[in-house]
């Protein structure tokens, strides 16, 4: 891994990006630079190979999946619940999530109100539960307009909120993260959480849409 | 022109209010005023409530080298090399047009790379080295 | 009002959920976590979060002590944006350091 012969090659690139006149075997400046403060940090005894590769095999694990069964325990095991409501940090170690130096708040979407995620100042995301986040969940437009413009946001991804729900944003500016505690479908009596699970998508999870329907 | 000796002539520069200017030089017009800003500047990252375009709801698997950028960020703030804040401070400072048109994880490791050097863990010009080493290594003109 | 004299540890907290409180309308330079847009707007505490360092001088490597009480401050978004559109019941939740905050009158 840390072989840096070994051309990583690029996968789709955001948007954004203009097409890359050269081929993807072509380091850019930035990879260049992550190459040289990686091999300076590890000849400094700062770092080494393994921690790296470990660090990205924990990110790796994390993700939908982890907050889809988070979130189906809610739902099936109202103590749970509860206690991911009132402390959701220390509830989440039940699954092995270690929140760190954040502290993580579950939000639970109800009938009357439907929380939203964003973090206008950077990035802040419950990367501990939900991995990394989407590229639109770090893009301009999503930041800019989430704070001021959420019911056409929820829109554009083709959630319809009805006017007499209250739509609550949460723009993250500290160390307290947010997850969204979706709904629980109708028409799911007697789901095990396994198949519950299958229901709750990351974006659920960040408020810009609903848990699918059976 | 403002004022003239043997040496050089002094013109009132828009923008910089008085400054020397050889005429022999080429002369760069610059736009600019004379009045005090009224205003902060709002900084580039704090865009709440900007307006914006429609969100295009790009996901990407990422790189390999974003995740090492992505661990390497995790390794160091839990052994105390930098705090979020500081990499957040690097990214906020970052002039907009770059901003803009770096990636998240350009704009990541560039900050990695000046919390280091603000505090001391390298110097500029032993990451230069190094880059200008893995240049030649990689056959990449840098 | 005088404010009481800070330990090392924390400044003492001021509010509490209920109070109505107001954004400070400041500029200064650096590492800021206040949002722009909230800045003079009315709201009321949801949260109080407890003391953390704060962020505009751990963005200097240094410790950001004494902590400083956070919040969770609630905003009626038909009072921030004068072209909001959406119910008037809608809601804007930002945590708020307390040395951004001044006791408000009555929330408007």
Redesign the interface.
């Known amino acids: 891994?840390t072989d840096?012969?070994v051309?990583?090659?690029?996968?789709?690139?955001?948007?954004r990006?203009p097409p890359r006149p050269d081929t993807d075997d072509?380091?850019?400046?930035?990879?260049?630079?992550?190459?040289?403060?990686?091999?300076?940090?590890i000849a400094?005894g700062?770092?080494t190979p393994v921690?790296?590769?470990r660090?990205?095999e924990a990110?790796?694990a994390r993700g939908e999946a982890l907050g889809a069964k988070i979130v189906a325990r809610a739902w099936t095991d109202p103590a749970f619940k509860a206690r991911l409501l009132t402390d959701g940090t220390e509830a989440v170690r039940d699954f092995g999530v270690d929140m760190?130096t954040t502290?993580l708040f579950v939000v639970e979407n109800t009938p009357r109100v439907h929380n939203m995620i964003?973090c206008?100042?950077?990035?802040c995301y419950p990367r501990m539960v939900l991995g990394?986040p989407?590229?639109?969940y770090?893009?301009?437009?999503?930041?800019?307009?989430a704070?001021?413009?959420?019911?056409?946001?929820l829109r554009?991804?083709g959630t319809l909120m009805p006017?007499?729900?209250?739509?609550?944003?949460?723009?993250?500016?500290?160390?307290?993260r947010y997850l969204i505690l979706p709904q629980r479908p109708k028409g799911t009596d007697g789901w095990s959480a396994e198949k519950l699970a299958t229901l709750v998508s990351r974006d659920a999870m960040i408020g810009v849409a609903f848990a699918r329907e059976p | 022109m403002v004022a003239k000796n043997d040496k050089y002539e002094v013109y009132r520069c828009a923008g910089f209010g008085e400054s020397t200017v050889n005429a022999a030089l080429p002369v760069v017009a610059v736009a600019g005023h004379n009045r005090a800003m009224r205003e902060p500047i709002r900084s580039h990252h704090d865009m709440g409530g900007l307006p914006a375009g429609a969100v295009e709801k790009t996901e990407h698997d990422y790189a390999f080298w974003e995740k090492r950028v992505d661990a390497l960020n995790v390794l160091l703030a839990a052994k105390g090399h930098l705090r979020v804040d500081e990499m957040r401070k690097n990214i906020e400072a970052l002039p907009p047009d770059a901003y803009e048109r770096m990636s998240y994880y350009e704009r990541w490791i560039s900050a990695i790379a000046n919390t280091l050097l603000q505090r001391g863990v390298i110097t500029a010009d032993e990451l230069g080295r190094k880059m200008e080493e893995i240049a030649r290594r990689e056959g990449v003109r840098l | 009002m005088s404010r009481p004299a800070a330990s090392n540890a924390a400044v003492p907290a001021r509010f509490k959920p209920g109070d109505a409180v107001v954004v400070r309308r400041a500029y200064p330079p650096g590492h800021v976590r206040t949002p722009w847009y909230i800045r003079g707007h009315h709201g009321t505490v949801v949260h109080a979060l407890g003391p953390f360092p704060n962020p505009e001088e751990l963005a200097y490597n240094r410790p950001g002590l004494p902590a400083q009480p956070l919040y969770r401050v609630r905003f009626r978004q038909s009072q921030i944006w004068p072209d909001y559109v959406g119910g008037a019941g809608d809601t804007l939740d930002v945590e708020i350091y307390q040395h951004w905050l001044e006791p408000a009158g009555a929330a408007p």
């Open positions: 891994m840096s012969h051309h990583t090659p690029e996968h789709a690139h955001p948007h990006h072509t380091l850019g400046h930035y990879q260049i630079m992550e190459i040289a403060v990686r091999e300076l940090l400094k700062i770092v921690e790296i590769q660090a990205i990110m790796d760190g502290r964003v206008t100042l950077c990035s990394l989407p590229d639109w770090k893009s301009r437009n999503y930041r800019s307009r704070v001021r413009e959420p019911r056409a946001m554009e991804f006017d007499d729900v209250e739509v609550r944003v949460h723009d993250s500016t500290a160390d307290m």
